[in-house]
């Protein structure tokens, strides 16, 4: 079974960049589809990004499409959310996904996803 753990977030200023991580361990990530929800207060999960197994395939939410980057680094069983540009619309606790995957797909409902992270809070400030 594969353990995620979250690091990264904080409190940042609109404009500002954050870089998440979600580090693996029990099993290697090249198995896995990755991907990235956000919850804020009050409003349901959201999709925000995703990763194939072996990054060859993305997937974003339109809206963040231009100003958030998923990634992994295999050989480090890490999966990375680079956000930039922040809004104080991004504010919300960001979770990592994984998804065991025998090919190059991306996945972006929750409900497709095994395991995740603890959570982290995001807040940026207008």
């Known amino acids: 079974q594969i353990q995620l753990v979250q690091s990264g977030g904080g409190l940042v200023q609109a404009g500002g960049s954050l870089r998440l991580s979600c580090a693996a361990s029990?099993?290697?990530?090249?198995?896995?589809?990755m991907g990235w929800f956000r919850q804020a207060p009050g409003k349901e999960r959201e999709f925000v990004a995703a990763?194939?197994?072996?990054?060859?395939?993305?997937a974003y939410l339109d809206s963040m499409k231009d100003r958030f980057i998923i990634s992994r680094d295999n050989a480090k069983n890490t999966v990375y959310l680079q956000m930039n540009s922040l809004k104080p619309e991004d504010t919300a606790v960001y979770y990592c996904?994984?998804?065991?995957?025998?090919?190059?797909?991306?996945?972006?409902?929750?409900?497709?996803?095994?395991?995740w992270g603890q959570g982290t809070q995001v807040t940026v400030s207008s």
């Open positions: 996904a994984a998804v065991l995957s025998g090919s190059g797909t991306t996945y972006r409902a929750g409900y497709e996803y095994d395991y």
């Open positions: 990763i194939s197994r072996g990054g060859a395939r993305t």
């Open positions: 029990g099993r290697t990530i090249s198995d896995y589809a």
